[in-house]
C-alpha cells in the first residue's frame, strides 16, 4: 500500500484527496462485492454462449469486398443473439455507431403512415433528428412516420393513463430509452422496462417494442429482451465493445424484426448476407468477452464519485446508494470553475492525451459552451473514462467509464485534486 501511496503522491494526489478517497473506498465494500457477483454472473452468460455456439480461431479471419460466408461475423451474431436471449441479433462494424444503430432499426421497421411512440419521454438529443422532432433531412417524419410521446410523471414513474390514451390504431413502434442519458430523470431497471412492456402489449399485443439500451449492458443480470422487449440497440464504443470494439453498433431481437433492420442497413434483398468484417473480429468477440469485468470497473468508479462528491455536499444523480441502471454519473459542481476543473482532473488521468488541458467551446448541437474531458484509444469512446459538462446552470457534469476501476478510480482523484487545488472544495 504504502508503495502504492508513493506513486500516487508523485502522479500528483495529495496525501488528504488520497485519505479522503480511501475513507470513501472502505465503506462501498458490500456494494463493491456485489458488483462482483454480477460480473461473475455476466462471464458465465458471455462464455457459456462463445462455448455454445463453439467460436474458433478461423472465426477471427478478416473478410473483404461483400462478405459473403464471414463465419466470423455469423457467428458472432448468434452469440450475441444468445447472450440476450433472442432468435437473431446484427452486429457490424457497419454500424457507425449508436444513433445509427438505432436509427437502422427504427427505419426498418416502420413504415409511411406508422406511427412511432416514446412512453419515457423525450428520447437522446441525436433521436431527435432521426426521428423528425427537430426538423432534418432524412428524418422519419419526412417518410410519414409520425411521433408521439407521453413524458415521465413528476416522481419519474409512468403516465399510465396518458400512455393507454396515445397507443392507438397507427401505433406500430414504441421506444423505450433505458439511459436517462443526459436529462434528470431516473434511468429505467430492465424490471421497469418489463412493467412497462407488459402494460403496452396487453392493450396493443401486435405492437413493436423496442429499447435502446445504450450503457446498460451487462449492468443488471437480465436484459431488456429478458422482459418482453422486441429489439434491443447498443453502441460497441460503449458497454458490450468492452473498449476494444473500435467501431460498431448491434441490434438484438425477434428474426423478423431484425431481418427487416438488416435490409435497412444494407439493401433490400441482401440484409445480412453481405457486409464484409475487415479484420475486427477479434476485438468484438475480445471486447464482448471482457465487457462484463469493464462494466463492473465503470459501475465501481461511478459509484465512487458519487460517495465522494454527495459526502462534500455536492447533487449527485443517482445518489450514493441507489442501484444503478447503468454507467452514467453525474454531478452538480455549483460554479462553471469546478466543471472546468472536474474535467481538467479526468483528462489528467488519462492514458492518453493526459498533457493536453480541456477548456469550455462552442459545439455543434448544444446552446452553451461545453468543455470534454476523454483520452480515449478509440476515438469518442464513453466506456473508457470520459466527462463532459456544458457550461450553463445548474453546472453538473456527466462522466462515464473507465476500463478498469484503478483507472476509474485515479481518474476520480485526479478531479477532486483539481478541485482541492482550486480551493472549490476543502478537506
Ligand atoms: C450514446 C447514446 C446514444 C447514441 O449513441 P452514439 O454512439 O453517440 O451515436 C443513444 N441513446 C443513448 C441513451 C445513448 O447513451
Known sequence: MKETASLYKEMGISEKVLSFGAQVEAELKERFDAIEENVEYNQMKVLRAMQKNRVEAACFAATSGYGYNDLGRDKLEEVYA??????????????????????????????????????????????EEVIGIRPSTGSLAEY??????????????????AIEKALNEKTRLVTIQRSKGYQTRPTLSVKRIGELIAFIKERKPDVICMVDNCYGEFVERIEPTDVGADLCVGSLIKNPGGGLAPIGGYIAGKEEYVERAAYRLTSPGLGKEVGASLGVMTSFYQGLFLAPTVVGGALKGAIFAANIYEKLGFPVVPNGSESRHDIIQAVTLGPPEGVIAFCKGIQAAAPVDSYVTPEPWAMPGYDSDVIMAAGAFVQGSSIELSADGPIKPPYAVYFQGGLTWQHAKFGILMSLQKLYEAGIVKL
Open 144 to 161: 410519414g412516420v409520425t411521433y408521439r410521446q407521453v413524458d415521465l410523471l413528476e416522481d419519474g414513474s409512468f403516465d399510465y393513463p
Open 82 to 127: 444468445d447472450v440476450f436471449h433472442t432468435e437473431a441479433a446484427l452486429v457490424r462494424p457497419q454500424i457507425a455507431c449508436g444513433t445509427h444503430a438505432l436509427a437502422v432499426a427504427l427505419s426498418g421497421n416502420l413504415r409511411p403512415g406508422d406511427e412511432l411512440f416514446s412512453p419515457v419521454g423525450k428520447p437522446y438529443d441525436t433521436l
